[in-house]
């Protein structure tokens, strides 16, 4: 166990938690904070925390890529969105498969074993993350509102477009750039 690593994921889940961040934030961008925090920030510091137990879990990049991306954008179905936001029931699903994922994803992607099909899986899920991130901040209208039951918040889908593109984009695409100077470091020195 590596506390260095554990307590600040552990941190990160009780402040998108506890934390009253419903003060500063639009709903569905604080919905959002706590997606991305689920699977591109807690997971990675749960994972390099927990070594032995991500070691037991680990899958190939590919497949925990693929499942990451199908969990996140059928949650973002208008329809699912919508019993993520307004049902106990939900929002509990939602948010634990999107931990489940984001565990998978980084227990396959740190394989010491396979660096590169690492970067490949963390390289796709930023490309994805980046589609959808962008797809919210540039759709023309509230996609989530009439579903929710809410008013529109234009302003408050295209915050949530941009924290997935600032926090998710940016911690894949750095993470699978490093894996890749792992991988070629070690084929320079064989």
């Keep these: 166990m ?17 934390a009253p961040l419903d003060a500063v934030l639009p709903e569905f961008a604080l919905h959002m904070l706590r997606h991305m925090t689920l699977v591109a920030l807690a997971a990675p510091l749960i994972v390099l925390g927990l070594p032995r137990l991500a070691g037991g879990l680990a ?6 890529a693929l499942a990451e991306f199908v969990v996140v954008w059928a949650w973002h179905l208008p329809a699912a969105h919508a019993l993520g936001r307004l049902q106990a029931v939900g929002f509990v ?10 565990l998978m994803v ?22 994805h993350m980046t589609l959808l991130g962008a797809l919210l901040v540039l759709a023309p209208r509230d996609l989530y ?3 929710c039951g809410t008013a ?3 302003s408050g889908q295209q915050i949530g477009g941009m924290l997935m593109l600032a926090i998710g984009t940016q911690v894949y695409l750095v993470a699978g750039l490093w894996l890749t100077g792992q991988a070629l470091r070690e084929r320079g020195a064989a």
């Design 2 to 18: 590596k506390l260095c690593f554990l307590l600040p994921g552990l941190a990160m889940l009780a402040a998108v938690w506890f």
């Design 59 to 64: 899958v190939s990049p590919l497949a925990a």
């Design 93 to 102: 699903a939602e948010q634990a498969s999107f931990l489940a994922v984001g």
């Design 106 to 127: 980084w227990t396959g992607c740190l394989r010491a074993d396979r660096p590169l099909a690492g970067a490949g899986g963390l390289l796709l899920t930023s490309m």
């Design 145 to 147: 509102a009439a579903l």
């Design 152 to 154: 529109p918040d234009l």
